[in-house]
């Protein structure tokens, strides 16, 4: 009918016009996707300073945090994992970092020599005795026990010489020459008889001068920075003595020499004197003035506090004006 006919017209007129749309929209849907990328991808960037954008190693940790990218992805699924213990540490530290701009000197590495044996440095001239004999430590020499029967040539920077239990029979003058830093002399217990005069007097910086259990009849002369003295158990006689031997000896403060065959005592002593050891000799008698002024009845020996005399055959009570300086009586026979 013509009714049917003009519904299937507009029906047919319907779907080619909808057709017809969507061929139009799909060139404009692309035309704007394409103009809307860019301003995406602006976007993207617009928080970013790439004007001062200069990506090197003093920067590289300021720009990425690696120090953490580990616990970000989780690998285990692709690879084992691999426990590597000698590899350093990732420095967080962006100057922990190495400059790869600076040119590293290569190092130069040393042939090998296999051809011959390795010899070792050479030891000072001067040192070689007395450090193959004995033992060297610092400046101290150590010649305890080493059967030595003379004093072994020492290095020029000794302090202190150890040659106890030897058999040393002698001291010569020139046993310590040129030693100016010599402290400290210990002998004790060898054969020594005889010394020089002047084997200790030119040693500027001898404070100790250790020398018991020996056979020693007289005593050297002694420099002026002698501190202590000790000479005990030998064979010394008050006539071994040089007249005042000690009263010059400012900072003499231990004088023991107990166990000799001294008749008297070697006075004057100095004032610096602390402590003075005569027991076990011949002395018999004293003067008033042995250890004080009896001219000054005001002095005081303040530092003279240790005076030993028994085991000598002197009545210390037959002296009582001879003792009003000390801070204390002698240790002695009082009756």
């Known amino acids: 009918t013509p009714a049917g006919c003009g519904m299937r017209t507009l029906a047919w007129l319907g779907m080619a016009s909808l057709c017809l749309g969507a061929t139009w929209a799909v060139p404009a849907n692309v035309e704007r996707r394409k103009a809307e990328k860019p301003k995406a991808d602006l976007a993207l960037y617009e928080n970013l ?36 213990g000698t590899l350093a540490p990732r420095p967080k530290d962006p100057a922990a970092l190495p400059n790869l701009g600076a040119t590293a000197e290569t190092p130069k590495l040393q042939p090998v020599t296999i051809t011959g044996p390795v010899h ?116 010394i006689h008050s006539t071994g003595l040089q007249p005042e031997a000690f009263r010059h000896l400012k900072q003499l403060q231990f004088l023991h020499l107990s166990d000799n065959q001294l008749d008297y005592i070697p006075a004057p002593l100095p004032e610096s004197l602390r402590s003075l050891h005569l027991q076990n000799n011949n002395i018999q008698t004293m003067h008033e003035d042995t250890f ?44």
């Open 120 to 235: 070792p440095s050479p030891i000072p001239t001067q040192a070689l005795p007395s450090c193959l004999l004995c033992l060297c430590i610092g400046t101290s020499v150590y010649c305890d026990d080493a059967d030595l029967e003379h004093i072994p040539l020492l290095p020029p920077e000794t302090t202190y010489l150890y040659a106890r239990f030897n058999r040393i029979g002698a001291i010569r003058a020139s046993d310590f020459t040129g030693l100016k830093k010599l402290k400290r002399i210990d002998l004790t217990s060898n054969f020594i008889s005889w010394v020089d005069m002047d084997a200790f007097r030119l040693l500027p910086s001898l404070q100790e001068l250790i020398l018991p259990e020996n056979s020693l009849t007289a005593l050297p002369e002694l420099p002026r920075s002698i501190v202590r003295l000790d000479a005990r158990l030998n064979r």
């Open 49 to 84: 300073d790439l004007d001062n954008y200069d990506l090197t190693l003093d920067n590289y940790g300021e720009i990425l945090d690696l120090s953490n990218y580990e616990e970000l992805y989780d690998y285990s699924d692709l690879a084992p994992k691999i426990e590597v």
């Open 292 to 335: 004080c002024d009896s001219q000054d009845h005001s002095q005081i020996r303040r530092a003279l506090e240790d005076i030993r005399l028994d085991g000598n055959p002197i009545n210390l009570s037959l002296f009582p004006n001879a003792y009003f300086c000390l801070p204390r009586l002698p240790t002695g026979h009082f009756f």
